[in-house]
């Protein structure tokens, strides 16, 4: 199928290449020139593991261009894949997805065209995207050959594990209320579903892994499922978070609970990591948004509210236990391991430990960070604040009064704990992601605090 993609972030590209890779021909579009010079010399705009191999694979399937006319023009499905950040008070912006509905009405010519929202929208959505499509085409079609519908298809991708959770996904769910762009996306997603095409070496099928569930809805109810899978999440880790903190008052190991609870298959033992909490472009925005949806039907949320409240209670807890251990934080050196939300990924989007960094730096703290990804991103986005980084991991330690476990690397797990402690000045490390062994941290002459264990 001939399909177009607009916005080339962690979320249209992943889709684009897959596609691609499963023999569509795919046309990406962004706004953004820089992005797309760099996809046309074969080099991925955003870290996400694999990526450039996969895009190599689908090279000959793969347009990338700015040119919306050129792009929309023969499409025959047509994703919306664009940012929808969150608004101060806690709506998505929705500016990027009206012009892109625009832009589909202004140029599209295939005789029938499924538009889809791949772009997590509040509730609602899908109809109005339908009613700026219509509004564009009627004014500013010059062919007016073309029939569309409108569909949803959210997106489940984590970060750093985003292609293979898309070519052995859960589910895929397709929202329409017409039956036929059901069948179209059904067609478009056939080599997945039915697991046909060939494996790339790099990213091994499961074993055992036969089909995808498709699963179709009304839109509302599509839409409506990315926010609740997103918000059940968020809870889930803000549930194992409020039990740890009970669990180091009484003397118990919140890892040990996760475990135990986990092994109920109607609990189940992912998303049961206690520490500093989640951050990325999803839980915050989604949660946020669901509350605001509720709001506008006088609905109050507070499940979805408390998981919010318990995750921004994380962050400031690393700072609670630096001022318990350290008394004064003015003048103290401070290291992270990480910057980037969760291991993998360069994506700092609401990364704990940009609001660590700057609770720290308030109270009058020296902050050292590194990051082996996200630290080039981190220099630019973060240019506001005043980290210092560190050309290496084990620099992080120099002089410091603690160090602060932030994203859960490989690399940071197999550190020299001798060589991290002989730099230290005050031997001091908060893991804020459980990955440290308290034996070998004793044994290097280091003080461990974990969160979810007592200390
Ligand atoms: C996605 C989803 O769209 C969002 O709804 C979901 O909740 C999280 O993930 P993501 O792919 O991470 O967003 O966003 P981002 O990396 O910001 O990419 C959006 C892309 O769209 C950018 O490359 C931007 O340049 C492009 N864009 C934006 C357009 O091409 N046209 C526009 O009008 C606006
Ligand atoms: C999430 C959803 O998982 C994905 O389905 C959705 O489409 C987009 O949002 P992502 O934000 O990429 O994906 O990352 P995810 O792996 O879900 O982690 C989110 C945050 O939760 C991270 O900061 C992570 O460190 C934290 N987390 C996760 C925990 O603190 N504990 C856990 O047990 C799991």
Redesign the pocket.
Known sequence: MKVAI?????????TGVVLGFLGHEVTC????QS?IDLLNGGKS??YEPHLDELMAIARSKLTFT?DTEKALAQAEVIF??????SLPDGN?NL???S??AQ?IGAHIQAPHVVIVN????PIGSGNWVESLVRDSYRAENKTQTSQFMVASNP?F?R?GSALSDMLYADRVVVGADEPKAVQVLRQLYLPLIEQSFKEPSFIPRPSGFKSVHFLSSDLQSAELI?YAA?AFLALKVSFINEIAELAEKVGADAHAVAYGIGLDSRIGSRFLQAGIGWGG??FG??TAALISTGQEYGLSMPITQAARAVNSRQRARMIEILMHELKILKGRKIGLLGLAFKPFTD?L?DAPALDIAQRLIDRGAKVVGYDPIAMDRAKLEWKNTDIQYAPDALSVFDEADAVLLVTEWPEFKTLSLEACAEKMKNRLVVDGRGIYDQNKMTAAGIQLITFGKSS
């Open positions: 607009i916005g080339t972030g962690y979320v249209g590209l992943t579009l962004d706004v953004d992005k705009p955003i700015v919306i894949a664009v940012g929808t950040p998505p500016t990027y997805l012009s892109a832009a791949k772009s997590t929208v997106e991708l970060e990315k997103n472009s999803c925005k989604d994506d989007r």
